[in-house]
């Protein structure tokens, strides 16, 4: 049985029990939060079975915010010791749950080390290996895919990519996919043990006929989603996610496989935010969410993206009614885009309020953000942003356990005990490292106000 | 006459001209937005004569967000050079302000060096000099202040800080400072050309008397709070500032200083925030702020500081209803503790809301605040996660101009066109500087997805 079915039995699972200790919440009231489908905990049984890993995340009402972290190679960097590097920095430094988001060449080869390697959830995005999968079966036809491509531009690759010798291939390689791949991709992951996988079941032919109505600036951004609309433009066939919904939720029930249901049409820029498509495709996944939470599955949304500031708790608040409370799962959002280099800030805002608004579960979002794969550093202060945002956000919700640590940090600082304080940073190196770099006379100063510092100050002559 | 005296006789100085055509919006609705005290310019007679700076900012009501760059010596760190780097970077990424917070006993060379070098308002904490001047005067008995310190403070003092002779009387160096001292930093730096002053008026003897009942975990934090409490608290006499408010307002109003009324009494954790103490000295403030009003002189008020998500919007609120529209210049807030080294983004998170919510000019927080004073890079990047901030809340606020920014990106982003997305990022060498990391065939790409990008895909598929 899966987390939620135990749940609607009134069952108490050994995850339950884990994710209640965990959270100090009563396992009763968390139970009946799994049984609505207000939580979930993402957990493949096959990976229960195994015992590859001990720990269970509840994610969803009334438990801290979780941070996912992103990790994977892509075509350009497929190195994968160093992709099992980024994975354990990212949960040494408080990331719950990990994805594995690669699209090169050796992306079977990566996912099985590093479920191997890690014991927090781990997530999958199953159209990517589906694409790659059918472009190494070379059956993609390049005479439709050169169809709207220049010549110029066919020129250019092949003159700049000369050691890749599949870059003819390489261009639009999901046009060809099937069903069958898709859904041996979905399986094969879930026998692996994958415990929870974004799928982007609402992206229906319908949308991706009329998204032009919608003037976007940038379009469809979310790399599944474009595989996706491509597949069924060219294709001019249904959603095989959505036209076969039921035979996903099959699969996901006999492993329990927390769906993520993926925002395709999530807004690539501000001005693209919350806009018809976007919302459309959210209406859809409400009524998917509760297919799901009918058969037995474990069920999230995912949502967006580039959110203008005050655009955010409308976006939580309408997730919340229309996908009937399903934990959501925002990536950022980011409130401005003139911060590339910058965007784990511009994430750490916009995470910050969604989740204060509504959002379970952040997806963190890396300085390297539009630019570049990140670096194991930009892992680490992507997952730091994250947890800034997800603190900001469970103190505000009035979380026991948050405003704990906020007492411990303001007592250190009074007592100039800087030892407590640098183990009650998200970073404790970097603080320390800092502290270190202060001329000082005592411990009761630093450089920023010498003697002149007024916790001493009152310290002395206000107590 | 100042220009909030000239906005009240509907006079248009070539300062409102300036603010009017940066900000795109028509003079006369400028100048009734300062003839009611909703925008100043903070701009001394005295530089104006001089032409030191040729620009002028507006804060307040409708316009930009505005944000401030806090440099300057303390005792521990006293290269004046680097400081005027500091400012110029500042400048440079955005700062649209600077305020010299010196503490160090180069603090009167420093200031005249500074307000030479840049071109933008220059703010000061005039309670800063009367102490450090009280200081030198060695007037400070010493007998007082060994008072409350114990006498293995003194031995750890005497024995770390060899060096530094006048350790013993760095203990508590404003305790016998006088009324002439504070009024005299203030006239002397209204003459140099200071623009506008932080000046602590709201404590008063009565509030710092009764601070211990707010059972506050980390007291008073505020550098000038502290200064002036423990000052009231030794000599049993009202803070001179608030006593003598009606000579301020001469010198501020002969020199057309624009008072920033301090937040003494601003929250040192979150735990403290929103308490009251903090709110009837904002109770304070407000009476004075409409008392400089009726006296011609500009004002704005100082807000905190730590502050959980969700109490920000309320403390915005409760400023421009109490304090009758005056523009509001907040320290963050900084919405977690917890993160030590990252509080250029805890405080990008606050600082955003808080804009949105209604403040109007944002301090910048460096990754070095809590632990030391800031190096030239940590001034840097304060400066950008507070442009960050800003940006953000011009979006949500709906200004044209911050709309006109993220189009203009998103359009570069669609069109792969890297120079432009360099151009308008607030860090163009940082962005370059990960796009020049990134193996790469063409233009159309970056290593996050090779060839699997999005805007790729759907360019060649989907249009």
């Known amino acids: 049985m899966t987390q939620i079915e135990e749940a609607k039995k009134g069952n ?11 959270e100090n919440i009563d396992v009763n009231k968390l139970i009946k939060l799994i049984a609505k489908g207000e939580v979930v905990i993402p957990k493949n049984k096959i990976s229960k079975n195994k015992n590859s890993y001990t720990k269970a995340c509840g994610i969803g009402k009334g438990l801290k915010t979780k941070i996912n972290a992103n990790i994977g190679s892509s075509s ?29 060449s050796k992306l079977k080869e990566f996912r099985k080390k590093i479920i191997k390697a890690i014991d927090v959830p781990i997530g999958t995005v199953p159209i990517y290996e589906a ?51 898709i859904f041996k991709a979905i399986e094969n992951q879930a026998k692996e043990g994958v415990d929870f996988m974004t799928l982007h079941c609402g992206i229906t032919k319908d949308l991706v006929e009329n998204i032009h109505q919608n003037n976007r600036v940038m379009g469809i951004v979310s790399r599944g989603g474009t595989f996706l609309s491509s597949w069924i433009h060219h294709n001019q066939l249904e959603n095989p996610l959505y036209e076969n919904y039921e035979y996903l939720l099959e699969i996901a029930y ?40 009918e ?44 911060a590339p280099g910058y965007d784990h800030i511009t994430s750490a805002i916009g995470g910050a309020i969604a989740a204060y608004s509504g ?26 942003a ?75 002559d206000l107590e």
């Open 295 to 338: 058969a037995n599955v474990q069920v999230m949304v995912e949502g967006p993206g580039h959110v203008p500031l005050d655009q955010i708790a409308a976006n939580m608040k309408i997730q919340k009614t229309i996908c009937d409370g399903a934990p959501f799962y925002v990536l950022g959002p980011i409130v401005t885009d003139l």
């Open 386 to 460: 994250s947890k800034i945002a997800a603190q900001a956000a469970d103190v505000a919700l009035g979380l026991d356990s948050a405003w704990d640590d906020e007492r411990a940090m303001a007592q250190a600082r009074k007592n100039f005990d800087w030892e407590k304080q640098f183990q009650l940073a998200f970073n404790p190196e970097k603080a320390k490292s800092y502290r270190e770099s202060c001329p000082v006379d005592d411990d009761k100063m630093c450089s920023m106000c010498g003697e002149y510092c007024a916790i001493r100050i009152a310290e002395k």
């Open 359 to 384: 959002a379970d579960f952040l997806c963190y979002v890396t300085p390297a953000e539009h630019l570049a794969i990140p670096n194991i550093d930009d892992v680490k202060e992507g997952v730091i």
């Open 254 to 293: 006999e492993y329990d496989i927390t769906l993520s249901l993926g925002d395709g049409l999530r807004p690539g820029c501000l001005e693209d935010a919350t806009d018809i498509a976007q919302i459309q495709e959210l209406v859809t996944l409400g009524r998917l969410v509760k297919q799901a939470k």
């Open 12 to 22: 108490i699972t050994e995850e339950a029990k884990i994710v209640a200790k965990d």
């Open 131 to 181: 694409g790659v999968e059918a472009q190494k079966r070379k059956k993609v036809n390049s005479k439709d895919i050169s169809k709207n491509s220049s010549k110029n531009d066919s020129k250019k690759d092949s003159k700049d990519n000369s050691k890749d010798n599949s870059s003819e291939t390489n261009e639009n390689p999901i046009i060809d996919m099937n069903e069958d791949d």
């Open 76 to 104: 350009k960097m497929e190195e994968i010791d160093i992709e099992i590097k980024k994975a354990k920095i990212a949960i040494e430094y408080g990331a719950d749950a990990v994805m594995d988001l690669s699209t090169g």
